[in-house]
């Protein structure tokens, strides 16, 4: 898993000009409500950008620097892409190519649940089936892509196009789930 030095730490709570856990707490929920939960951005108000603009920084009104903030306002999928991108790469052991199921899902469940709630099924199969155990960064890509192409009901999933095995195992088992409205039998472990 990888880790800030307190060098980066402070490096970027300067760029922030966050001084406060408070305000730290702030700028974190701000950036969840615009990235992860895909609400709109914070309106500027006219006095905060005319100060601004003035001063070349953050007025008195803002409690942190927003400048990173707004532009990832003005094109949040990019920075959402961005963010998931990160999150990998984050969260991939050094030398290693993949990264655990455990911690994928737990990632997921953070990452993708708010705006993709089809993830929450996808998280109960992957145990349940129990053959994956690892996620490589193509497997990371496309279930992000995944969420955000095919519709919850998988009405627009397409068996032939170029999903990961473990996605096209996933739509089996969800259609097989939800055909009949019952629960399929497991098969027997032999």
């Not at 707004?70 to 969260?91: Q, V």
């Not at 195992?169 to 032999?190: H, L, Q, R, Y």
Request: hydrophobic letters at 40%; proline letters at 6%.
């Amino acid at each position: 898993m990888g880790k800030f030095t307190k060098a980066e730490w402070l490096h970027g709570l300067g760029l922030l000009e966050i001084s406060s856990l408070p305000v730290l707490a702030q700028a974190l929920r701000e950036l969840e409500e615009l990235l992860i939960r895909d609400k709109q951005a914070l309106i500027r108000s006219a006095s905060t950008s005319s100060q601004a603009k003035k001063r070349g920084s953050t007025s008195a009104k803002e409690p942190y620097n927003r400048t990173r903030y707004r532009e990832y306002a003005s094109d949040p999928k990019t920075a959402f892409a961005d963010l998931y991108l990160f999150c990998f790469a984050l969260a991939k052991p050094p030398q290693a190519r993949n990264i655990d199921l455990e911690t994928a899902m737990a990632l997921w469940s953070v990452l993708l649940a708010p705006r993709y709630p089809i993830i929450n099924d996808l998280i109960t199969f992957l145990p349940e089936k129990g053959t994956y155990k690892g996620a490589n960064k193509d497997i990371w890509n496309m279930v992000h892509e995944f969420c955000r192409a095919v519709d919850p009901s998988l009405s627009n999933y397409e068996a032939d196009g170029a999903w990961p095995s473990l996605l096209d195992d996933f739509v089996v088992w969800k259609k097989g789930k939800t055909d009949d409205g019952v629960e399929p039998v497991p098969a027997k472990k032999e």
